[in-house]
Every structure is written in structure tokens, then in C-alpha cells.
T-cell receptor, first 114, second 113 residues
Framework: DQQVKQNSPSLSVQEGRISILNCDYTNSMFDYFLWYKKYPAEGPTFLISISSIKDKNEDGRFTVFLNKSAKHLSLHIVPSQPGDSAVYFCAAPPGSGNTGKLIFGQGTTLQVKP | NAGVMQNPRHLVRRRGQEARLRCSPMKGHSHVYWYRQLPEEGLKFMVYLQKENIIDESGMPKERFSAEFPKEGPSILRIQQVVRGDSAAYFC???????????FGPGTRLTVT
């Protein structure tokens, strides 16, 4: 049962344009979401997060939007840069009684073309 | 401040052998998580440990897999009698507290031949 889903395996964007990465979840108990970025041969690194009490969180070029009614979140990168080319994972702690583990989506590979 | 360290980075084992993966958390971190990433998939939680205690092993396969985090030394993920399906990247993460940010190591890529 895939509770966090990233339905687009890959995305290609021109440098300077907006990248939009999407993530859906099925469990309404999720109340906190994270985005991780992963380069080849490295571990994931934390990028940005959002609590369910908010619908938007911004950090520089990165903005995450949360639509609780649709159980959907998206990561916007503006402007996209070639160094942003990586795999992006959305993740969520499973909710009440959480022991700290994270549930990850399958990932979306972003390619930013110069 | 060194990050999370994992070794070896690459490990090749024949079917039936044992694999031992090591994880040294960041300084000051006493919470360790192990995740597995199969090809073309996301990371899947395996186990969460604190020093000398397994807190949550709900993601661990029932057989052949075990994990420990002793009072001294790194956390160890042990896979006995490996099979080809165990081939994956295994990531360790550490955090200062239970719900604090998790910092990931570079992973160990296990190949079973």
C-alpha cells in the first residue's frame, strides 16, 4: 500500500523556468510533509517541509504548497538551475504514535537543461 | 562536524553469504534509522533504534535481517544468507531526537551475485 505517491517518474525543464513536482498521499492522518533531494551516490538531503496547519511554505527558490482536501502537495522551484537536477522525494511521518520513521514516495527525477 | 558515515560504500556478496552494513551517526545523535531503496523505488523504512534498543522494526523482513545499535560503536544491519532480492541501496539516517530532522548517510550499495 503506497501511502505517498509520486506519479511522475521524471521531469525535464529548461533552465530559468519553473519546475513543479507533485506528490499525493492517501492517509488523512498525515500532518507533516518533507521534501528531500538526492544526487547519485549520495544520501537524501532535507530540502523543505510543511505542516498541515499551513498551505504554503517558502524558502528561497523553493516553495511547497499543500492542498489538504485533495491530499496533494507540490514543490515549486523557481527559477530552475542545472544544479537542481536530482531525484526529489516527498515523505511524511505516518501520524499519531509515530516513532520517527518516514514514508517516502517513489521519487521524481528532475533534469534541468542549460 | 562529520555527517552520518556508512561503510562499506559498496559490498558484493554471493548468495548465501552474510552482509554486515555499518552506520556511525552524527555526533550527538542517538537515534538511528535504516531504510532500503530497491531499484526504481523510493526509500522504505526498515528499523528505528536508539542506543541498545530497537524501537520500531515494523519494516524489517521477518527472517534473515537483524539490526543493533550497541552502547559503543556503530549501528549494524546484518543480513544472513543473502539472496539476489536483497540487492539494493541501504541508507542509514540519524537524528538528535525522535521527531527531529533526519540526516542521511551516503548509503551502502549491496550487490548479491
Amino acid at each position: 500500500d503506497q501511502q505517498v505517491k509520486q506519479n511522475s517518474p521524471s521531469l525535464s525543464v529548461q533552465e530559468g523556468r519553473i519546475s513543479i513536482l507533485n506528490c499525493d498521499y492517501t492517509n488523512s492522518m498525515f500532518d507533516y510533509f518533507l521534501w528531500y533531494k538526492k544526487y547519485p551516490a549520495e544520501g537524501p538531503t532535507f530540502l523543505i517541509s510543511i505542516s498541515s496547519i499551513k498551505d504554503k511554505n517558502e524558502d528561497g527558490r523553493f516553495t511547497v504548497f499543500l492542498n489538504k482536501s485533495a491530499k496533494h502537495l507540490s514543490l515549486h522551484i523557481v527559477p530552475s538551475q542545472p544544479g537542481d537536477s536530482a531525484v526529489y522525494f516527498c515523505a511524511a511521518p505516518p501520524g499519531s504514535g509515530n516513532t520517527g520513521k518516514l514514508i517516502f514516495g517513489q521519487g521524481t527525477t528532475l533534469q534541468v537543461k542549460p | 562536524n562529520a555527517g552520518v558515515m556508512q561503510n562499506p560504500r559498496h559490498l558484493v556478496r554471493r548468495r548465501g553469504q552474510e552482509a554486515r552494513l555499518r552506520c556511525s551517526p552524527m555526533k550527538g545523535h542517538s537515534h538511528v534509522y535504516w531504510y532500503r531503496q530497491l531499484p526504481e523505488e523510493g526509500l522504505k523504512f526498515m528499523v528505528y533504534l536508539q542506543k541498545e534498543n530497537i524501537i520500531d522494526e515494523s519494516g524489517m523482513p521477518k527472517e534473515r535481517f537483524s539490526a543493533e545499535f550497541p552502547k559503543e560503536g556503530p549501528s549494524i544491519l546484518r543480513i544472513q544468507q543473502v539472496v539476489r532480492g536483497d540487492s539494493a541501496a541501504y541508507f542509514c539516517a540519524s537524528s538528535r531526537g525522535q521527531n527531529d530532522e533526519q540526516y542521511f548517510g551516503p548509503g551502502t550499495r549491496l550487490t548479491v551475485t
